[in-house]
C-alpha cells in the first residue's frame, strides 16, 4: 500500500508540485510504485487471482497512460521511462 507521504514525494518529484497529484507523469509512477508493491504479494500468494485480476488492470492503466504521454511528447516520455525504470 503507498502512503499518503510517498503519494507526495512522487507528485514533486514527477509533478510540477507536491500536490500536483493529476498529471499523468504522477499518475504512471504512483501507479508504478503500487505494482511494485504488489508484485511481492504475488510471490507468497500464487493462488491470489482476484487481486491478479487488478494488478493487470492497473498495468493496463499505465500502458494507456504511457501512450498518452508518448503521444504528447516523446522526450517527456523516454525522461520518465528512464527515471521509473520500466524498459530496457
Known amino acids: 500500500m503507498i502512503t499518503k ?9 514527477f509533478g510540477k508540485s507536491a500536490t500536483d497529484t ?3 507523469e504522477v499518475q504512471v509512477a504512483i501507479l ?5 508493491d504488489l508484485s511481492g ?3 507468497n500468494n500464487k493462488h ?11 498495468i ?18 523516454a525522461k520518465l521511462i528512464q527515471e521509473l525504470g520500466l524498459r530496457k
Open 5 to 13: 507521504e510517498q503519494k507526495a514525494e512522487l507528485a514533486q518529484k
Open 22 to 24: 493529476g498529471s499523468a
Open 32 to 36: 508504478t510504485a503500487r505494482i511494485n
Open 41 to 43: 504479494h504475488f510471490s
Open 48 to 58: 491470489d487471482y482476484h487481486s491478479n485480476r487488478g494488478l493487470m488492470k492497473m
Open 60 to 77: 493496463g492503466r499505465r500502458k494507456a497512460l504511457l501512450k498518452y504521454v508518448q503521444n504528447d511528447s516523446h522526450e517527456r516520455y
